[in-house]
């Protein structure tokens, strides 16, 4: 069964649903998830990848590229904020704005009102918010003393509100070009919103048929900077022994004590990535561009 949207399905959702994914399925097995994200994605802001291996390096039947985002909402000085990548402002994501909410608060918010009914027949993934929530999001639900000095200096999260994505089907050996159209009180006639997705689904499939260089590298282990250790030995050892001391008096039954160690990088993020995938695939691999 083809994942194609046809008009008549696409008039039919008008009718339902806030984010309408509207789909091309095409038949390309000759790329990688790194090549295809290298050519639409171009590290943009917004952009993503996803994929999972299995136990022994098999990958799993999907692989997600994020080809565009209306926006990343992320957190500046402790509030939300919309940073935007397309036309789509923060009075158009959330009526009255964004930047007098916590982070989450917007988040749970524009998920609420950008909610997308399941479609069955569409990939598990096809529209969203998709990025992180770091640690610190916690604190905006629980009183917890003593909070960390701050290290990197990264905003609490970070979600793009996905626009176009592609999704490969390494099954079937195909892949899916998807278009999300917003369908609020703002949107366009029905005919508008359909031309416009399928211009925006062309532009996705030139820049797939377009040839790109193959960037080749030699990967040498032995030429690694030293990493830097942020805690002291003894500091980390005393940790050690004061859980233990916990777990004999009662007061937890298993803990998890973890060091951040820094590296000097020089190599552009998606290199790393491409490197990490090589050395470790995983259940769990990522790549954020999230500005």
């Known amino acids: 069964m083809s994942l194609?949207?046809?008009?008549?399905?696409?008039?039919?959702?008008?009718?339902?649903?806030?984010?309408?994914?509207v789909c091309r399925e095409i038949f390309a097995d000759a790329?990688?998830?790194?090549g295809i994200y290298r050519k639409v994605a171009a590290s943009r802001p917004g952009t993503f990848l996803l994929e999972s291996a299995e136990q022994g390096g098999v990958w799993t039947r999907f692989s997600f590229v994020g080809a565009?985002?209306?926006g990343v909402l992320t957190e500046r000085d402790g509030?939300?904020?919309?940073?935007?990548?397309?036309?789509?402002?923060?009075?158009?994501?959330?009526?009255?704005?964004?930047?007098?909410?916590a982070p989450a608060e917007a988040l749970r918010a524009a998920y609420e009102r950008w909610q997308?009914?399941?479609?069955?027949?569409?990939?598990?993934l096809a529209s969203g918010f998709v990025g992180y929530l770091g640690w610190e999001t916690v604190r905006q639900f629980e009183r917890l003393p003593n909070r960390p000095a701050d290290g990197p200096g990264l905003p609490t999260q970070a979600m793009s509100f996905v626009s176009e994505l592609i999704v490969i089907d390494h099954r079937e050996g195909?892949?899916?070009?998807l278009a999300n159209v917003l369908n609020d009180e703002l949107a366009n006639d029905a005919d508008e919103q359909w031309n416009e997705a399928q211009r925006r689904l062309d532009a996705l499939q030139r820049s797939l048929a377009a040839p790109a260089a193959s960037p080749l590298g030699q990967l040498d282990r032995d030429k690694l900077p030293d990493a830097i250790r942020l805690t002291?030995?003894?500091?980390?050892?005393?940790?050690?022994?004061?859980?233990?001391?916990?777990?004999?008096?009662?007061?937890?039954?298993?803990v998890v004590?973890?060091?951040?160690?820094?590296?000097?990088c020089t190599a552009a993020p998606l290199d790393v990535y491409r490197v990490l995938r090589h050395l470790n695939p995983s259940p769990y691999l990522y790549l954020l561009q999230c500005e």
């Not at 194609?4 to 994914?21: C, G, L, M, N, Y």
């Open 116 to 124: 997308q009914q399941p479609i069955a027949e569409l990939p598990p």
């Open 31 to 34: 790329d990688t998830p790194v």
């Open 79 to 101: 509030m939300a904020f919309w940073h935007s990548t397309s036309e789509v402002d923060q009075d158009r994501l959330l009526p009255g704005g964004v930047d007098t909410l």
């Open 257 to 264: 004590i973890s060091q951040r160690f820094d590296q000097e």
């Open 68 to 70: 565009g985002s209306f």
């Open 174 to 177: 195909s892949v899916v070009l």
């Open 232 to 254: 002291a030995e003894a500091d980390y050892l005393a940790d050690v022994e004061r859980s233990k001391q916990y777990i004999v008096d009662g007061d937890i039954f298993q």
């Open 4 to 21: 194609t949207t046809t008009r008549i399905a696409f008039d039919a959702a008008r009718d339902t649903h806030t984010v309408i994914p």
